[in-house]
């Protein structure tokens, strides 16, 4: 399912703990937190949401909407790597 749209009203854990073993997942990470550039917001956004959401799989992680022009390339750029790492498996290790 994609998108998964906050400004929509669609809630993330609410759609992956009714339909989570049935239907794959994509989005749902708020695309207003990544344009406040506000790093401890996006951090929050996704510790709240991601270890839920990839629960027994099925999810790919992304925003809510298209990326805006407002959103810093440094703020995706963290967005990316910091979501991957808590969505990790192996408690964010990298393997050797």
Known sequence: MQPIEVKAGMDLLRIKKNYGEKIALIGGMDERVLESNDLAAVR?????KVPAAMAGG???????HSVSNLVNYETYKFFVETGLKIGRTDGGKARR
């Open 44 to 48: 929050r956004e996704l510790e709240t």
């Open 58 to 64: 099925g999810y790919v992680l992304q925003v809510d």
